[in-house]
């Protein structure tokens, strides 16, 4: 199998056995790799019905054809299991330096399932595989746990591992690697975590069989190249994701105040500007990336200084105006605490602002938060993200993310705890923006931008301009509006769904796709280096859009199997969206309204095939060949 290391490992942490295996050519054909592995093996190899954290529910690592190839930005690992936020399909994506170890010791995919018996790691060294005691990093914080290890074990050792949070079931856990990557979303640490799993360690010297060695070399090269004569190469990896932070303020879209709001007068102390002028020491990135987004810094606060990777946009708008902390050092702070106690910034930031509006309204008392709590102040935000990391309080209400935790606090809670099927809303505030709300509605694992980033053409409709215009594009544009028309929900569903199709592409062949959506390198050169690395034809916007729109089908069954009224419920908006206006700020008095939701749902599934209730039809299933 050219393209591939061959082989899946499975772990049985409860027998203590592993075992390897030839990978299936099935899943080759059909699946190609990365996001299509996780989705075919979920819904085939999960229990039925399974409980997020028992033992059974499997945890998945997979890679693709083109992870570790040298190629550009070829450093993607993919995450996969039933997820404690939405009881549905979950997975989280991670860049950093850890899945191509995986393939080079020859792994395309793992599989884990059962429980450790004690704190434990598993130690993956080529052909040696062992899972051995971690009580000595039990407790322990995510990048102390990744610097003994390394000192321990050897500087050339990729290391994965899950903080406080995580031992602890925070339904927003993450995987954090390489001093500052994550895996961040729907609780795919916690999952680690209820196994007894502190870290997994990887080391790969192998290599992989390629079609075409020389082919793929040059072509290869011609990619880097391609990259750097992009007009958005320039202009994208000085700030990275924080780039956009002006221009989401700018047109109304960044959440302020726990979504009450969409628009602040601080933007330009918590933007990539300033991370620049007073954090940032070095540039980052993953595996082989010509655009290295990442920025390493040193942020100084009357807490303490701490060197930290970050923060990006999410954290600067959902740990920064979303609870109104409007200092980039203390920002840079509160995401230094979450990789620390491992929980996902987006999340955090969600839940953080959510428990301060709580508490503003006196829905949750001085005694139960263990403190007197302010918006915009870092100690109050400090002391949240603590006491739910270790479950404290009501941190261990709060611990259950805030769908949970407002079906427990009660009053009115639940029409301002921001999510989408449990999982919390990220830094795009879309009341006037139905395609980048109806994406946030319909995705599968809940409210995601990764799953659909359509906000460019709504902030098109509403004031003109190119509805395909790239972030870089948008970002150098005039964006400066002091009133925004509404936008027109119309003919947003094709460009949804175009999206959604598009952005698992990306995590089935194992690269990132910043480097196709941030700076708009072209589709030619994904289906060029698949036929050298594997030998076969592949046509992007035919044959891997369909199987992406097949993923998003089986998926979307494997939520129906085990949620038991899972349908057309699932897709509304918090009501915070249809029922208040946004306040001031350039989309000030916009509110979704109701009646566009349904009529976007109902345009949406039937485009995608799917009943009134959101459930794929037989006749769907069968044109994709999906016996489920
Ligand atoms: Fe990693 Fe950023 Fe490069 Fe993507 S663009 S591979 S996230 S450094």
Redesign the pocket.
């Known amino acids: 199998l050219y393209g591939y290391a061959g082989n899946t490992l499975r772990i049985d942490l409860s027998a203590g056995k592993v075992e390897k295996e030839p990978l299936k050519k099935e899943w080759v054909d059909e699946f190609i790799g990365g996001r299509g592995f996780t989705s075919k093996i979920l819904y085939d190899e999960n229990p039925p019905n399974v409980e997020p954290f028992d033992p059974e529910n499997r945890f998945i690592i997979a890679m693709g054809p083109l992870s570790g190839l040298f190629l550009p ?1 070829s ?2 690992t993919h995450f996969c299991t039933k997820s404690p936020a939405t009881g549905g399909y979950g997975d989280s994506n991670m ?2 330096h850890f899945g191509v170890n995986m393939k080079y010791a020859g792994y395309d995919v793992t599989i884990i399932k059962g429980k450790a018996k004690e704190p434990s790691y598993i130690f993956i060294d080529n052909d040696t595989v062992e899972i051995r005691p971690a009580g000595q990093y039990w407790g322990k914080g995510s990048t102390e746990v990744e610097s003994a290890m390394k000192e321990e074990l050897g500087e050339e050792y990729q290391i994965l591992t899950i903080g406080e949070a995580g031992e602890n079931l925070v339904n927003f856990a993450c995987i954090s690697h390489d001093f500052g ?1 994550q895996a961040g979303r729907i609780g795919i640490g916690a999952v680690l975590g209820s196994k007894n799993i502190k870290a997994i360690v990887a080391r790969g010297t192998k290599s992989i069989p390629v079609f075409d060695p020389k082919g793929l070399l040059k072509k290869g090269k011609e990619t880097y190249a391609a990259c750097r004569e992009k007009p958005g190469f320039k202009g994208w990896t000085p700030e ?1 994701t924080a780039g956009i932070t002006n221009w989401c303020n700018d047109v109304g879209a960044l959440p302020t105040r726990n979504f009450q709001t969409s628009h602040c007068d601080y933007a330009d102390k918590i933007n990539g500007k300033a991370i620049l002028k007073e954090l940032k020491i070095t540039d ?4 082989a ?6 920025k390493y810094g040193h942020a100084k606060t009357k807490r303490g200084n701490v060197y930290v990777e970050g923060p990006e946009y999410e954290t600067l708008s959902l740990l920064g105006s979303n609870c109104e902390l409007d200092d980039i050092h203390g920002i840079a702070y509160t995401n230094y605490i979450c990789d620390e106690v491992g929980i996902d910034t987006c999340s955090a930031g969600a839940v953080v602002s959510f428990a301060l509006e709580c508490y503003e309204k006196g829905y949750i008392s001085k005694e139960e938060m263990g403190m007197d709590v302010k918006w915009g102040d870092l100690d109050s935000i400090v002391h949240i993200l603590n006491i739910i990391a270790k479950r404290e309080g009501i941190g261990d209400t709060l611990a259950l993310g805030v769908q949970g935790a407002a079906e427990k606090i009660g009053y009115d809670s639940s029409k301002f705890a921001i999510h989408v099927k449990g999982l919390e809303w990220t830094g795009y505030e879309s009341r006037n923006a139905p395609g980048m709300m109806l994406g946030y509605m319909t995705s599968d694992i809940g409210a995601h931008h990764g799953r659909c980033w359509v906000l460019g053409s709504d902030v098109a409709t509403a004031v003109g301009g190119d509805k395909n215009a790239t972030v870089h594009d948008l970002i150098s544009g005039d964006s400066d509006f002091d009133t925004i028309p509404k936008a027109d929900h119309k003919n947003v569903v094709p460009l949804v769904l175009k999206s959604q199709h598009l952005r698992p592409a990306f995590d089935i062949l194992g690269t ?4 196709y959506m ?1 700076i708009g390198l072209e589709t030619e050169y994904y289906e060029e280096l698949y036929y050298y690395a594997t030998g076969k034809k592949m046509d992007f916007n035919k044959d891997l859009l369909l199987l992406s729109e097949k993923i998003w089908h089986l998926n979307r069954m494997f939520n129906k199997r085990e949620i038991s009224d899972f349908g057309r419920k699932y897709d509304y908006p918090p009501a915070r969206f249809y029922e208040e206006k946004i306040p001031n700020g350039p989309n000030k008095g916009h509110v979704m309204d109701l009646g566009v939701i349904e009529e976007m749902l109902d345009t949406y599934y039937e485009a995608r095939g799917w009943d009134e209730n959101g459930i794929p039809t037989q006749a769907t299933l069968e044109k994709h060949n999906l016996t489920v």
């Open positions: 930005a450093g993607k860049g950093g990557r990275g980052k990135g993953c595996f990336c010509p655009i290295p987004c990442g990132c796709r910043l480097q941030e």
